[in-house]
């Protein structure tokens, strides 16, 4: 019988037991065990999360300095609490130097992927 972290976490495209694989944007075994198995809840976490990816994403290049570090700070510990850690370093980082706009690039990118990842666990 399969133990309770394959059971979570959207076992469909891109889920799996091997989830802290490189190529994914989400830890999905962290994600199962904030949720405790819960996929409605994972689902619901992940279409919050989504939301907040697009909000973030459309207002951070245009914010100065101040509003770049608050929208970073917000989306570093949102992303880290459900298993997104690359990007949650990359909003750490942004944090920290919020003029950095080659940072605010690289999240851009990030945001995409997590957003297609997201997508495709979803269906």
Not at 57 to 86: P, Y
């Amino acid at each position: 019988m399969a133990d309770a972290e394959e059971m979570v976490a959207f076992s469909c495209p891109g889920g799996g037991k091997d989830s802290t694989s490189s190529s994914r944007p989400i830890d999905l075994a962290h994600l199962g065990r904030q949720t405790m198995g819960d996929r409605a809840l994972e689902e619901e976490v992940l279409r919050l999360f989504v939301q907040q990816l697009a909000t973030v994403g459309v207002r951070i290049e245009d914010s100065d300095a101040v509003e770049r570090q608050r929208l970073a700070h917000t989306l570093r510990g949102s992303a880290a609490g459900i298993g997104a850690f690359e990007l949650s370093e990359c909003a750490a980082q942004i944090e920290a130097s919020p003029d950095d706009m080659g940072l605010v690039g690289q999240l851009s990118v990030l945001i995409a992927e997590t957003r297609d990842f997201i997508a495709t666990i979803n269906r």
